[in-house]
Nanobody, 122 residues
Framework: QLVESGGGLVQAGDSLRLSCTTS????????MAWFRQAPGKERLFLAT????????SYSDSVKGRFTITRDNAKNTVYLQMNSLKPEDTAVYYC?????????????????WGQGTLVTVSS
């Protein structure tokens, strides 16, 4: 089970930090990732982090603004989001990869959270 938190309503230019907590058995040796889904659109990859945090990868749309980190002692992955824009408005999901190194492919993830809504006003 994955539980996301930290979403909310912010203004353009603000920052938010999302958290996703899972069980140690679910994620300790697995990469994790964040995706988002805007209304009426498909779920898109944002960022992934390897099982030990050594490797990260980002979509071009968030590179330089968002940072993914993890704390395995707390079984938690974070997404720090800076310089938020109205187009960042979406439901944000965390996911656990089938492997220790994540990918951009949604099919590579077999556990998903319920999502947390981020709304950015202009």
């Amino acid at each position: 089970q994955l539980v996301e938190s930290g979403g909310g309503l912010v203004q353009a230019g603000d920052s938010l930090r999302l958290s996703c907590t899972t069980s140690r058995r679910t994620s300790s040796n697995n990469a994790m990732a964040w995706f988002r889904q805007a209304p009426g659109k498909e779920r898109l990859f944002l960022a992934t982090i390897s099982w030990n945090g050594a490797r990260t990868s980002y979509s071009d749309s968030v590179k330089g603004r968002f940072t993914i980190t993890r704390d395995n002692a707390k079984n938690t992955v974070y997404l720090q989001m800076n310089s938020l824009k109205p187009e960042d408005t979406a439901v944000y999901y965390c996911a656990v990869s089938r492997s220790s190194i994540g990918s951009m492919d949604r099919g590579g993830y077999n556990y998903w959270g319920q999502g947390t809504l981020v709304t950015v006003s202009s």
